[in-house]
């Protein structure tokens, strides 16, 4: 059998590139339409990138050899900020030594223990918020993963550091996120973005808060005592019993900082979007359900994913979806068409968290944090949050759109994000005729 690439448009690569990047969603369904569940795009740069849409050939990617199947070569434009060491560049032996060590923090237990620091951070940010008139979530939301990230993760107490942390993190993350920097570092590649004065400039205050608090938590000792993220992976040892360097922290620290805090305000502000136009769904959360919840985050992540696509790079020459795909090609497994199967979600386009309550969707059908040894480390702990913060404000207050239309998928970054940001009008609660009555008796 001879390597060949499925068929795709025909267009010059410039061509599709900018489909790609003006319009990502229709042109993703347009050539699902006329070319199958696996076709090729050619992306400037990129080389080309396989669709795959079809649920066995995604399994075939999550479930193959990681060795052949790279994902860390395939984030590259990501290594000035996140550094050599993440977890997300690495491949092979040095990808799974690195993730071994940094998943107990994100399971069981640990994970419980961070749900009441997730409700605090979340009671104090809500307090302040402005009543009656239109609000942004989006915004609001990074505010309030990033706290979030800084408590759990970073485990920082001192006021005047978190502050000092607060404000080097956000301005290098708003920094980052213009679309334009993001194309000048495509366009660059990662070794002369590093040299860049401008770049360095917003990077280092970054950089110095963090490892003054790696050195603030080795300097206080007493770390088996703490539950944060980083004294849970000062105390973890590599096979060989070494603990990770100062470097390697960093660039976990900010692996975690920068894959956990767009993502998951993202899909916050979208999970607000569409409950403000689902009085029913709105209702039902309010009962206090959290399988619902659950089903609410997860309904929210199948329809508008904040991430739509993720790649990894073959080593070798592979058959996938029937096709014996070239070495050194990108396969796709497209997260975007895979939740707009009408076969395995019926009526794909409707907003209805119950189908999760049903059954429907499965380890390669719902795919937002992508899958097999590359799944999101911070699945768990995104999906948790999402609950108690969407719990949080339901039972807090009345929310209403604040215009009735649908807003668009757009993309920031490489995010997709609600086009008027989440807008929503949140109103005090006027309480449900149950709880009336109850107050009376
Ligand atoms: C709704 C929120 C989130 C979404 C949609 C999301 C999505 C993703 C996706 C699609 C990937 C790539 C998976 C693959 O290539 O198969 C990923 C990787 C990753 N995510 Fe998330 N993520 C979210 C939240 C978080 C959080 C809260 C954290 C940590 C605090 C986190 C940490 C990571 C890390 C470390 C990786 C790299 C894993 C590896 O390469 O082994 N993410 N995420």
């Known amino acids: 059998m001879k390597t060949e690439l499925p068929p795709g448009p ?22 699902r339409r006329r070319y199958g569940d696996t076709f090729t ?70 994970l419980r223990g961070y749900a009441e620091t997730m409700r605090e951070v979340t009671e104090e940010a809500i307090r302040s918020w402005p009543l009656g008139a239109p609000l942004a979530t989006r915004p609001l939301m990074q505010a309030l993963t990033l706290e979030i990230i800084m408590r759990t993760v970073f485990g920082v107490q001192d006021e005047a550091r978190k502050a000092r942390l607060r404000s080097a993190l956000s301005e290098l993350l708003r920094w980052g996120s213009d679309p334009r920097r993001v194309a000048i570092g495509i366009a660059l590649g990662p070794q002369l973005t590093i040299r860049l004065g401008l770049f360095r400039s917003v990077l280092q205050p970054a950089d110095d808060a963090i490892y003054e608090e790696i050195a603030a938590h080795r300097a206080a000792g007493g770390l088996e005592d703490r539950d944060d993220v980083m004294s849970l992976l000062l105390q973890a040892r590599h096979d060989d019993g070494s603990p990770m360097s100062d470097e390697e922290l960093r660039d976990e620290l900010m692996t975690l900082l920068t894959a956990g805090h767009e993502t998951t305000a993202t899909g916050l502000a979208w999970a607000l979007e569409r409950l403000v136009r689902h009085p029913d769904a709105l209702e039902r959360l309010r009962e206090g359900d959290d399988d619902y919840a659950d089903a609410v985050a997860k309904e929210t992540l199948r329809l508008r994913s904040p991430i739509s696509l993720v790649l990894r790079r073959l080593q070798e020459p592979m058959e996938i979806g029937g096709h ?118």
Request: overall charge positive.
């Open 10 to 31: 025909r267009t010059p690569r410039s061509l599709q590139t900018l489909r790609w990047i003006v319009r990502p969603t229709a042109y993703m369904e347009e050539c």
């Open 41 to 110: 795009l050619r992306i400037a740069n990129e080389g080309s990138w396989v669709f795959l849409t079809d649920p066995e050939a995604v399994k075939q990617v999550f479930t193959g050899d990681p060795r052949l199947l790279h994902a860390g070569e395939a984030n590259v434009v990501l290594l000035p900020v996140l550094g050599s060491h993440s977890v997300l560049l690495l491949d092979d032996a040095a990808h799974m030594r690195q993730r071994k060590l940094m998943l107990p923090p994100f399971h069981g237990d640990r």
């Open 324 to 441: 014996l795909l070239p070495a050194g090609v990108n396969v796709v497994p497209c997260i975007y068409l895979m939740h707009r199967r009408p076969d395995v979600y019926p009526d794909p386009l409707a907003f209805r968290p119950e189908r999760f309550l049903e059954g429907q969707g499965g380890t390669y059908t719902w795919i937002p944090f992508g899958g097999g040894v590359r799944r999101c480390l911070g699945a768990s702990f995104a999906q948790l949050e999402m609950r108690i913060v969407l719990q949080a404000l339901a039972e807090r207050f009345d929310l209403s759109a604040a215009d009735p239309r649908p807003e668009l998928m757009v993309r920031r970054a490489i995010i997709s994000s609600p086009s008027r940001d989440g807008e929503i009008v949140a109103r005090a609660r006027t309480a449900a005729p149950s709880e009336t009555s109850a107050l009376a008796a």
